[in-house]
Protein backbone atom coordinates (compact mmCIF):
# COMPACT_ATOMS: atom_id res chain seq x y z
CA UNK A 1 0.00 0.00 0.00
CA UNK A 2 0.82 3.97 -0.32
CA UNK A 3 3.26 4.76 2.35
CA UNK A 4 1.81 8.13 2.73
CA UNK A 5 -1.61 7.28 2.69
CA UNK A 6 -2.81 7.92 6.43
CA UNK A 7 -5.66 5.35 6.41
CA UNK A 8 -3.33 3.11 4.86
CA UNK A 9 -1.23 3.70 7.75
CA UNK A 10 -3.82 3.85 10.75
CA UNK A 11 -4.87 0.46 9.26
CA UNK A 12 -1.38 -1.23 9.08
CA UNK A 13 -0.94 -0.21 12.74
CA UNK A 14 -3.82 -1.48 13.75
CA UNK A 15 -5.35 1.93 14.29
CA UNK A 16 -8.12 2.02 12.26
CA UNK A 17 -10.72 2.03 15.24
CA UNK A 18 -9.02 4.87 17.47
CA UNK A 19 -8.45 6.54 13.55
CA UNK A 20 -12.58 6.15 13.29
CA UNK A 21 -13.46 7.20 16.99
CA UNK A 22 -11.83 10.98 16.16
CA UNK A 23 -13.76 11.42 12.88
CA UNK A 24 -16.10 14.54 13.30
CA UNK A 25 -19.73 13.99 14.77
CA UNK A 26 -22.47 14.18 12.07
CA UNK A 27 -25.52 15.11 13.63
CA UNK A 28 -28.19 15.26 10.18
CA UNK A 29 -29.79 12.01 9.73
CA UNK A 30 -29.18 11.49 6.87
CA UNK A 31 -26.23 13.09 6.32
CA UNK A 32 -25.39 10.78 8.93
CA UNK A 33 -26.77 7.89 6.79
CA UNK A 34 -24.97 8.30 3.92
CA UNK A 35 -21.51 9.13 5.24
CA UNK A 36 -21.83 6.14 7.36
CA UNK A 37 -22.19 3.95 3.83
CA UNK A 38 -19.61 5.59 2.44
CA UNK A 39 -16.84 5.44 5.43
CA UNK A 40 -18.12 1.38 5.13
CA UNK A 41 -17.63 1.13 1.66
CA UNK A 42 -13.55 3.17 2.21
CA UNK A 43 -12.94 0.61 5.04
CA UNK A 44 -13.81 -2.42 3.16
CA UNK A 45 -11.30 -0.86 0.17
CA UNK A 46 -8.54 -0.58 2.38
CA UNK A 47 -9.05 -3.88 4.51
CA UNK A 48 -9.20 -5.32 0.28
CA UNK A 49 -6.24 -3.66 -0.17
CA UNK A 50 -4.44 -5.16 2.49
CA UNK A 51 -5.17 -8.41 1.54
CA UNK A 52 -4.16 -8.12 -1.89
CA UNK A 53 -0.94 -7.18 -1.54
CA UNK A 54 -0.52 -9.37 1.37
CA UNK A 55 -1.30 -12.10 -0.97
CA UNK A 56 1.13 -10.81 -3.44
CA UNK A 57 4.23 -10.75 -1.01
CA UNK A 58 6.81 -13.51 -0.60
CA UNK A 59 8.31 -14.82 2.47
CA UNK A 60 11.76 -16.34 2.37
CA UNK A 61 13.77 -17.13 5.79
CA UNK A 62 15.70 -19.82 7.11
CA UNK A 63 19.30 -20.83 8.29
CA UNK A 64 22.27 -20.99 7.00
CA UNK A 65 24.75 -22.63 8.87
CA UNK A 66 28.33 -21.18 9.11
CA UNK A 67 27.35 -18.35 7.96
CA UNK A 68 26.76 -15.30 10.40
CA UNK A 69 26.00 -11.65 9.78
CA UNK A 70 26.73 -12.21 5.94
CA UNK A 71 24.26 -10.10 3.29
CA UNK A 72 22.08 -11.99 1.30
CA UNK A 73 21.15 -10.62 -2.36
CA UNK A 74 17.81 -11.92 -3.86
CA UNK A 75 17.78 -10.99 -7.65
CA UNK A 76 15.13 -11.32 -10.63
CA UNK A 77 16.50 -13.20 -13.37
CA UNK A 78 14.81 -11.93 -16.53
CA UNK A 79 15.86 -12.46 -19.90
CA UNK A 80 18.28 -9.63 -20.92
CA UNK A 81 19.10 -8.80 -16.93
CA UNK A 82 18.93 -9.63 -13.19
CA UNK A 83 17.92 -6.96 -11.75
CA UNK A 84 18.27 -6.60 -7.55
CA UNK A 85 15.30 -7.33 -5.81
CA UNK A 86 15.97 -6.81 -2.01
CA UNK A 87 18.62 -7.74 0.23
CA UNK A 88 19.00 -9.20 4.07
CA UNK A 89 22.08 -9.91 6.05
CA UNK A 90 21.46 -13.13 8.49
CA UNK A 91 22.19 -13.03 11.85
CA UNK A 92 25.13 -14.64 14.69
CA UNK A 93 23.56 -17.64 13.53
CA UNK A 94 23.19 -17.61 10.18
CA UNK A 95 19.09 -17.26 10.49
CA UNK A 96 17.51 -14.56 8.14
CA UNK A 97 14.30 -13.72 6.57
CA UNK A 98 12.77 -11.39 4.24
CA UNK A 99 9.64 -10.69 2.24
CA UNK A 100 9.20 -8.94 -0.83
CA UNK A 101 6.15 -8.81 -3.37
CA UNK A 102 5.77 -11.10 -6.03
CA UNK A 103 3.13 -10.59 -8.91
CA UNK A 104 3.62 -13.27 -11.10
CA UNK A 105 5.80 -16.55 -11.24
CA UNK A 106 9.05 -16.01 -12.25
CA UNK A 107 12.83 -17.21 -11.47
CA UNK A 108 15.38 -15.71 -8.47
CA UNK A 109 18.67 -15.78 -7.55
CA UNK A 110 19.66 -15.96 -3.63
CA UNK A 111 23.28 -15.35 -4.10
CA UNK A 112 26.21 -15.04 -1.41
CA UNK A 113 28.69 -14.73 -4.47
CA UNK A 114 29.28 -15.81 -7.74
CA UNK A 115 30.45 -19.71 -5.87
CA UNK A 116 27.51 -19.57 -3.79
CA UNK A 117 24.11 -18.71 -4.93
CA UNK A 118 20.72 -20.81 -5.83
CA UNK A 119 17.98 -20.73 -7.81
CA UNK A 120 14.79 -20.34 -6.44
CA UNK A 121 11.01 -20.58 -8.72
CA UNK A 122 8.82 -18.51 -6.75
CA UNK A 123 5.08 -17.41 -7.02
CA UNK A 124 2.60 -15.09 -5.35
CA UNK A 125 2.13 -15.81 -1.54
CA UNK A 126 4.71 -18.20 -1.04
CA UNK A 127 5.79 -19.20 2.48
CA UNK A 128 9.94 -20.11 1.71
CA UNK A 129 12.13 -22.14 3.70
CA UNK A 130 15.66 -22.56 3.17
CA UNK A 131 18.71 -24.38 5.34
CA UNK A 132 22.21 -25.60 3.74
CA UNK A 133 25.74 -25.11 4.33
CA UNK A 134 26.87 -21.28 3.92
CA UNK A 135 29.74 -22.45 2.15
CA UNK A 136 28.32 -24.51 -0.29
CA UNK A 137 24.78 -23.45 -0.74
CA UNK A 138 24.54 -25.10 -4.05
CA UNK A 139 25.26 -28.76 -3.07
CA UNK A 140 23.78 -28.54 0.24
CA UNK A 141 20.54 -26.24 0.36
CA UNK A 142 16.82 -27.86 1.22
CA UNK A 143 13.74 -25.82 0.49
CA UNK A 144 10.24 -26.31 1.72
CA UNK A 145 7.15 -24.03 0.96
CA UNK A 146 7.64 -23.56 -3.13
CA UNK A 147 6.18 -27.08 -4.95
CA UNK A 148 8.78 -25.51 -8.33
CA UNK A 149 12.05 -24.35 -6.45
CA UNK A 150 11.87 -27.51 -4.21
CA UNK A 151 11.60 -29.85 -7.94
CA UNK A 152 14.91 -27.66 -9.30
CA UNK A 153 16.04 -28.72 -5.52
CA UNK A 154 15.89 -32.07 -6.52
CA UNK A 155 17.22 -32.28 -10.41
CA UNK A 156 20.13 -30.57 -9.16
CA UNK A 157 20.94 -32.66 -6.05
CA UNK A 158 20.43 -35.38 -9.03
CA UNK A 159 23.24 -33.44 -11.31
CA UNK A 160 25.64 -32.63 -8.66
CA UNK A 161 25.43 -36.71 -7.67
CA UNK A 162 26.22 -37.49 -11.50
CA UNK A 163 28.78 -34.79 -11.68
CA UNK A 164 30.59 -36.45 -8.60
CA UNK A 165 31.13 -39.60 -10.46
CA UNK A 166 32.83 -37.73 -13.45
CA UNK A 167 35.07 -35.69 -10.91
CA UNK A 168 35.99 -39.21 -9.62
CA UNK A 169 36.85 -40.13 -13.45
CA UNK A 170 39.12 -37.36 -13.94
CA UNK A 171 41.13 -38.57 -10.99
CA UNK A 172 41.25 -42.11 -12.05
CA UNK A 173 42.34 -40.41 -15.86
CA UNK A 174 44.97 -38.27 -14.19
CA UNK A 175 46.08 -41.05 -12.50
CA UNK A 176 46.76 -43.64 -14.55
CA UNK A 177 48.61 -41.70 -17.16
CA UNK A 178 51.60 -43.25 -16.81
CA UNK A 179 49.76 -46.59 -16.20
CA UNK A 180 51.20 -48.79 -19.18
CA UNK A 181 47.40 -49.90 -19.78
CA UNK A 182 46.38 -46.30 -20.06
CA UNK A 183 45.06 -46.59 -23.77
CA UNK A 184 42.80 -49.06 -21.95
CA UNK A 185 42.16 -47.74 -19.12
CA UNK A 186 41.20 -44.31 -21.34
CA UNK A 187 38.59 -46.20 -23.15
CA UNK A 188 36.69 -47.12 -20.28
CA UNK A 189 36.66 -43.97 -18.20
CA UNK A 190 35.40 -42.71 -21.97
CA UNK A 191 32.51 -45.25 -21.86
CA UNK A 192 31.60 -44.72 -18.39
CA UNK A 193 31.42 -40.96 -18.89
CA UNK A 194 29.04 -41.63 -21.81
CA UNK A 195 26.58 -43.52 -19.34
CA UNK A 196 26.86 -40.98 -17.16
CA UNK A 197 26.11 -38.38 -19.35
CA UNK A 198 23.39 -40.64 -21.00
CA UNK A 199 21.63 -40.97 -17.31
CA UNK A 200 21.96 -37.44 -16.65
CA UNK A 201 19.97 -36.91 -20.51
CA UNK A 202 17.27 -39.15 -19.69
CA UNK A 203 16.61 -37.79 -16.37
CA UNK A 204 16.22 -34.44 -18.34
CA UNK A 205 13.70 -35.54 -20.96
CA UNK A 206 12.02 -37.50 -18.03
CA UNK A 207 11.62 -34.74 -15.91
CA UNK A 208 10.68 -32.76 -18.46
CA UNK A 209 7.71 -34.84 -19.31
CA UNK A 210 6.77 -35.75 -15.97
CA UNK A 211 6.52 -31.84 -15.40
CA UNK A 212 5.15 -30.00 -18.54
CA UNK A 213 3.24 -26.99 -16.72
CA UNK A 214 6.36 -26.41 -14.53
CA UNK A 215 8.34 -23.37 -14.68
CA UNK A 216 11.35 -25.45 -13.44
CA UNK A 217 11.28 -27.75 -16.49
CA UNK A 218 12.01 -24.66 -18.39
CA UNK A 219 15.85 -24.37 -16.61
CA UNK A 220 15.82 -28.57 -16.28
CA UNK A 221 15.61 -28.57 -20.23
CA UNK A 222 18.24 -25.84 -21.01
CA UNK A 223 20.72 -27.12 -18.41
CA UNK A 224 24.29 -28.20 -19.23
CA UNK A 225 26.03 -31.36 -17.74
CA UNK A 226 29.31 -29.53 -16.51
CA UNK A 227 30.51 -27.08 -19.54
CA UNK A 228 27.80 -29.69 -22.28
CA UNK A 229 24.57 -29.08 -23.57
CA UNK A 230 22.44 -31.94 -22.73
CA UNK A 231 19.46 -31.34 -25.06
CA UNK A 232 18.32 -29.12 -27.85
CA UNK A 233 15.84 -28.07 -30.02
CA UNK A 234 17.40 -29.95 -33.06
CA UNK A 235 18.08 -32.96 -30.57
CA UNK A 236 14.95 -33.53 -29.35
CA UNK A 237 12.31 -31.32 -31.39
CA UNK A 238 9.29 -33.29 -29.56
CA UNK A 239 9.70 -32.38 -26.08
CA UNK A 240 10.94 -28.61 -26.54
CA UNK A 241 7.56 -27.75 -28.30
CA UNK A 242 5.53 -30.13 -25.78
CA UNK A 243 7.02 -27.77 -23.20
CA UNK A 244 6.54 -24.48 -25.16
CA UNK A 245 2.99 -25.35 -25.65
CA UNK A 246 2.31 -26.07 -22.20
CA UNK A 247 4.00 -22.94 -20.52
CA UNK A 248 2.90 -20.69 -23.03
CA UNK A 249 -0.49 -21.65 -22.15
CA UNK A 250 -0.06 -21.45 -18.04
CA UNK A 251 2.41 -18.72 -18.03
CA UNK A 252 1.49 -16.61 -21.51
CA UNK A 253 2.72 -13.57 -19.65
CA UNK A 254 5.98 -14.65 -17.94
CA UNK A 255 9.23 -12.91 -19.99
CA UNK A 256 11.34 -16.19 -19.99
CA UNK A 257 8.29 -18.48 -21.22
CA UNK A 258 7.78 -15.66 -24.08
CA UNK A 259 11.64 -15.61 -24.98
CA UNK A 260 11.51 -19.24 -25.04
CA UNK A 261 7.86 -19.57 -27.40
CA UNK A 262 9.36 -16.87 -29.64
CA UNK A 263 12.81 -19.13 -30.07
CA UNK A 264 10.40 -21.87 -30.60
CA UNK A 265 8.39 -20.24 -33.09
CA UNK A 266 11.73 -19.80 -35.04
CA UNK A 267 12.78 -23.07 -34.67
CA UNK A 268 9.30 -24.42 -35.87
CA UNK A 269 9.47 -21.65 -39.23
CA UNK A 270 13.07 -23.14 -39.96
CA UNK A 271 11.73 -26.35 -39.97
CA UNK A 272 8.91 -26.07 -42.06
CA UNK A 273 11.34 -23.96 -44.77
CA UNK A 274 14.04 -27.38 -44.34
CA UNK A 275 11.26 -29.40 -44.65
CA UNK A 276 10.26 -27.50 -48.45
CA UNK A 277 14.20 -27.76 -49.05
CA UNK A 278 14.13 -31.56 -48.69
CA UNK A 279 11.38 -31.87 -51.69
CA UNK A 280 13.63 -30.28 -54.09
CA UNK A 281 17.35 -31.25 -52.79
CA UNK A 282 17.14 -34.89 -51.90
CA UNK A 283 19.12 -37.49 -53.92
CA UNK A 284 17.77 -37.84 -57.72
CA UNK A 285 16.49 -34.97 -57.86
CA UNK A 286 17.43 -32.20 -60.43
CA UNK A 287 19.87 -30.03 -59.03
CA UNK A 288 18.72 -26.28 -58.65
CA UNK A 289 20.44 -23.92 -61.63
CA UNK A 290 22.81 -21.59 -60.06
CA UNK A 291 24.55 -18.87 -62.85
CA UNK A 292 27.46 -16.34 -61.42
CA UNK A 293 30.07 -14.47 -62.90
CA UNK A 294 33.42 -15.71 -62.28
CA UNK A 295 36.43 -13.89 -61.98
CA UNK A 296 36.61 -12.27 -64.92
CA UNK A 297 33.02 -11.31 -65.11
CA UNK A 298 31.37 -14.54 -67.57
CA UNK A 299 28.47 -16.00 -66.47
CA UNK A 300 29.23 -19.75 -65.90
CA UNK A 301 25.98 -22.18 -65.32
CA UNK A 302 26.24 -24.94 -63.09
CA UNK A 303 24.49 -26.82 -65.90
CA UNK A 304 27.35 -26.21 -67.83
CA UNK A 305 29.02 -29.48 -65.90
CA UNK A 306 26.05 -31.84 -66.78
CA UNK A 307 28.17 -34.81 -68.26
CA UNK A 308 30.88 -34.73 -65.07
CA UNK A 309 30.31 -35.67 -61.41
CA UNK A 310 30.31 -32.08 -59.80
CA UNK A 311 30.64 -31.05 -55.97
CA UNK A 312 29.07 -27.84 -55.70
CA UNK A 313 30.46 -26.36 -52.69
CA UNK A 314 29.69 -22.77 -50.70
CA UNK A 315 32.49 -21.22 -48.94
CA UNK A 316 34.00 -17.65 -48.36
CA UNK A 317 36.96 -16.28 -47.41
CA UNK A 318 36.55 -15.25 -44.33
CA UNK A 319 35.80 -18.75 -42.81
CA UNK A 320 38.80 -20.73 -41.25
CA UNK A 321 37.08 -23.93 -42.20
CA UNK A 322 36.49 -23.22 -45.66
CA UNK A 323 40.34 -22.61 -46.66
CA UNK A 324 41.27 -25.67 -44.93
CA UNK A 325 38.39 -27.45 -46.85
CA UNK A 326 40.17 -25.87 -50.25
CA UNK A 327 43.17 -27.24 -49.19
CA UNK A 328 41.46 -30.89 -48.69
CA UNK A 329 39.78 -30.58 -52.24
CA UNK A 330 43.12 -30.03 -53.54
CA UNK A 331 44.34 -33.33 -54.04
CA UNK A 332 40.84 -34.97 -54.03
CA UNK A 333 40.49 -32.09 -57.44
CA UNK A 334 44.22 -33.07 -58.70
CA UNK A 335 43.07 -36.71 -58.47
CA UNK A 336 40.27 -37.37 -60.14
CA UNK A 337 39.58 -33.46 -62.68
CA UNK A 338 41.34 -35.87 -65.58
CA UNK A 339 38.51 -39.17 -64.55
CA UNK A 340 35.24 -36.53 -64.96
CA UNK A 341 35.48 -34.86 -61.30
CA UNK A 342 34.58 -31.03 -61.48
CA UNK A 343 34.14 -28.50 -58.39
CA UNK A 344 31.46 -25.49 -58.88
CA UNK A 345 32.41 -23.00 -56.22
CA UNK A 346 30.16 -20.51 -55.02
CA UNK A 347 32.05 -17.66 -53.04
CA UNK A 348 29.94 -16.23 -50.72
CA UNK A 349 32.39 -13.20 -50.35
CA UNK A 350 31.13 -9.61 -50.55
CA UNK A 351 34.50 -8.64 -51.23
CA UNK A 352 35.62 -9.85 -54.57
CA UNK A 353 39.43 -9.05 -54.35
CA UNK A 354 39.78 -11.15 -51.04
CA UNK A 355 38.02 -13.92 -52.86
CA UNK A 356 40.13 -13.54 -55.54
CA UNK A 357 43.01 -13.46 -53.46
CA UNK A 358 42.35 -16.27 -51.31
CA UNK A 359 41.45 -19.25 -54.25
CA UNK A 360 44.30 -18.43 -55.51
CA UNK A 361 46.61 -18.70 -52.48
CA UNK A 362 44.51 -21.97 -51.94
CA UNK A 363 45.22 -22.97 -55.38
CA UNK A 364 41.80 -23.92 -55.76
CA UNK A 365 41.75 -24.15 -59.62
CA UNK A 366 38.48 -25.33 -60.21
CA UNK A 367 35.31 -23.30 -61.31
CA UNK A 368 34.84 -20.30 -59.28
CA UNK A 369 31.90 -17.71 -59.26
CA UNK A 370 30.65 -15.22 -57.00
CA UNK A 371 27.46 -13.60 -55.30
CA UNK A 372 28.52 -10.64 -53.53
CA UNK A 373 24.92 -11.17 -51.37
CA UNK A 374 26.64 -13.23 -49.45
CA UNK A 375 24.19 -15.59 -47.01
CA UNK A 376 21.23 -13.49 -48.39
CA UNK A 377 21.86 -15.10 -52.00
CA UNK A 378 19.15 -16.38 -53.57
CA UNK A 379 21.49 -19.52 -54.33
CA UNK A 380 22.01 -19.91 -50.62
CA UNK A 381 17.86 -19.68 -49.89
CA UNK A 382 17.34 -22.25 -52.64
CA UNK A 383 20.07 -24.71 -51.58
CA UNK A 384 18.77 -24.08 -47.97
CA UNK A 385 22.82 -22.82 -46.74
CA UNK A 386 22.65 -22.02 -43.00
CA UNK A 387 26.40 -22.75 -42.29
CA UNK A 388 29.70 -22.95 -44.62
CA UNK A 389 31.09 -24.93 -46.06
CA UNK A 390 28.26 -26.78 -47.81
CA UNK A 391 28.77 -29.39 -50.20
CA UNK A 392 26.16 -30.93 -52.30
CA UNK A 393 27.39 -33.89 -55.13
CA UNK A 394 25.61 -33.72 -58.15
CA UNK A 395 25.66 -36.65 -60.59
CA UNK A 396 26.55 -36.55 -64.30
CA UNK A 397 22.97 -36.51 -65.11
CA UNK A 398 22.61 -33.42 -62.92
CA UNK A 399 20.85 -34.83 -59.95
CA UNK A 400 21.62 -34.77 -56.32
CA UNK A 401 23.65 -37.54 -55.38
CA UNK A 402 24.71 -36.22 -51.63
CA UNK A 403 23.46 -33.10 -49.75
CA UNK A 404 25.95 -31.59 -47.01
CA UNK A 405 27.61 -35.33 -47.26
CA UNK A 406 30.46 -35.98 -44.10
CA UNK A 407 34.03 -35.22 -45.78
CA UNK A 408 35.06 -38.47 -45.11
CA UNK A 409 32.91 -39.87 -46.97
CA UNK A 410 33.36 -37.91 -50.06
CA UNK A 411 36.16 -40.14 -51.68
CA UNK A 412 34.55 -42.76 -51.60
CA UNK A 413 31.82 -41.35 -53.07
CA UNK A 414 33.21 -40.18 -55.76
CA UNK A 415 34.85 -43.11 -56.71
CA UNK A 416 31.47 -44.91 -56.48
CA UNK A 417 29.80 -42.37 -58.89
CA UNK A 418 32.71 -41.69 -61.41
Excluded at 27 to 51: A, D, E, H, S, T
Excluded at 193 to 216: A, G, M, R
Aim: glycine content about 6%.
Amino acid sequence: MPKNNKLNGYIRNGKALIFLRHLPQIRNPGMKVRFNFILILLVLWLFQGCKSISGDMVSVHGTFTNLPKTWLYIYQVLPESQPLIDSVSTDASGNFSIAFPVKKAGFYILRRNAENEITLIIAPGEDITLTGNGNLLRSTYAVKGSKDSKLYCEYNKFTATNLTSVDSLSRIFAESQANPDFIHIKKQLDSTYLEIFDNQKEKVISFVNSHPNSLTSLLVISSNFGPNPLLSEQSNPELFLKLDSALFQVYPENSLVNTFHLRMLDFKAKMADAREHDKILKPEMPAPEISLPNAAGKEIKLSSTHGKLTLVYFWSSWNALCRQTNMNLASIYTTYHDRGFEIFAVSIDSDADLWKKSYLLDKAYWIQVNDLKGLESDYCKTYAVKTIPMLILVGKDGNIIARDPVFGDLTGLIKKNL
